[in-house]
């Protein structure tokens, strides 16, 4: 049972030390970079000759208004939607758009959904246990020993802020404890990106305010790539951002910048007329997915 549905909702995995191969050096100083990618559903063109690039180590915000892109952008990246022209370089050599979804997790891509996938009747430590087991099955590695993989685990649940709840079912987190849990699982398997859809969505504010710091700790070693519409805490925690509209990017920088930009302005006030969300507005609750609880 478990197996069966850890085959689904992990979607991370590194290749550090896993391919045996040593590491590649990268061609430039970009982990990601999206070329003229073109994504039409139906006829309808929803990312438009994007070119979207972040570097090794950065922590970019991507935000705009509902329907700008923002998901199918990361649906391409994890081989989830094929684009009709363009391309994805990923760490300075795959083209993503060639992989199959199944064949990127092996990259080092982890991405977190915006309900978090956990096994409920599983301890929070088994949970980690069960992220860690699915990376050895997929690399084709054997696991490293107990004792390493108990350190890692224990490493990572400090991380996660969620040491003291190692022996509790996941089951009996908070919405937020859950989240972070989640993320725990992908960062067990030491992705290079991580990918993260609204992961604050539904939180009370001290918990949005303790996933902040834990995208700042998590982005001090990793690259990290946070959709999200709750602007307090892209104003909060981000040091760049990227905006998204109509499949293409409207404008980047600090989020002062791009808050002052009358393209942006005039962009979120189009969706705001419409009855959508604006450039000032919080993100709406999600429900909390829980397997297995
Ligand atoms: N599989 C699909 N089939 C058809 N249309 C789709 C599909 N996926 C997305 N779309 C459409 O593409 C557009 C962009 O959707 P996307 O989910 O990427 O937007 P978003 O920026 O993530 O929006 P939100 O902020 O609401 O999450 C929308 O108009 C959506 O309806
Ligand atoms: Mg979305």
Same mark, same amino acid.
């Given at each position: 049972m478990?197996g069966r549905?850890?085959?689904?909702i992990?979607r991370?995995v590194n ?5 045996g191969?040593?590491?590649k050096?990268p061609?430039? *100083? ?5 070329e003229q990618l073109?994504?039409s559903? *139906? ?6 000759e994007?070119?979207?690039?972040m570097?090794?180590g950065?922590?970019r915000?991507?935000?705009g ?14 081989g989830k939607?094929?684009p *009709? ?5 990923f *760490?300075?050599g ?5 992989q ?7 990259l ?10 956990i096994?409920g009747? $599983? ?10 087991g699915?990376?050895?099955r997929?690399?084709g590695l $054997?696991?490293?020993t107990?004792?390493?993989d108990?350190?890692?685990?224990m490493a990572?649940?400090?991380e996660?802020?969620?040491a003291?709840r190692?022996g ?5 987190l ?5 989240q ?6 992908? $960062? ?8 993260m ?5 539904g939180?009370?504010?001290r918990?949005r305010?303790?996933?902040?710091e834990?995208?700042?700790?998590i982005?001090?070693a990793r690259?990290v ?11 909060r925690?981000a040091e ?11 404008s980047?920088?600090?989020?002062e ?7 942006v ?6 969706h705001?007329a419409?009855?959508?969300?604006t450039v000032?507005?919080n993100?709406r609750p999600r429900?909390?997915e829980?397997?297995g609880?």
């Amino acid at each position: 049972m478990i197996g069966r549905r850890a085959r689904g909702i992990f979607r991370a995995v590194n290749q550090n030390g896993g391919n045996g191969a040593g590491a590649k050096p990268p061609a430039d *100083d970009l982990i990601l970079s999206v070329e003229q990618l073109t994504i039409s559903f *139906d006829g309808f063109t929803v990312l438009n000759e994007l070119d979207f690039s972040m570097k090794y180590g950065e922590m970019r915000f991507l935000i705009g208004p509902n329907g700008a892109g923002k998901t199918t952008l990361i649906d391409a990246i994890t081989g989830k939607s094929k684009p *009709d022209r363009g391309r994805i370089v990923f *760490d300075g050599g795959a083209d993503l758009t060639r992989q199959q979804e199944h064949e990127l997790v092996k990259l080092g891509i982890g991405r977190k959904f915006q309900t978090p996938s956990i096994f409920g009747s $599983l301890t929070v430590y088994q949970n980690l246990e069960v992220a860690l087991g699915f990376r050895s099955r997929i690399t084709g590695l $054997l696991g490293g020993t107990r004792r390493r993989d108990s350190d890692r685990i224990m490493a990572t649940l400090e991380e996660v802020g969620l040491a003291a709840r190692v022996g509790d079912p996941a089951g009996s987190l908070s919405h937020g404890e859950k989240q972070w849990l989640e993320i725990g699982m992908l $960062l067990v398997q030491e992705p290079k990106l991580l990918l993260m859809d609204e992961p604050v969505a539904g939180m009370t504010r001290r918990e949005r305010e303790r996933t902040g710091e834990l995208l700042q700790s998590i982005g001090s070693a990793r690259s990290v790539l946070v959709v999200e519409h709750d602007m307090e805490f892209v104003r909060r925690f981000a040091e760049t951002v990227t905006v998204l509209h109509l499949g293409r990017v409207l404008s980047e920088g600090t989020m002062e910048t791009v808050q002052q930009d009358p393209e942006v302005v005039r962009a979120y006030l189009g969706h705001g007329a419409s009855g959508q969300r604006t450039v000032a507005e919080n993100t709406r609750p999600r429900a909390v997915e829980t397997v297995g609880a």
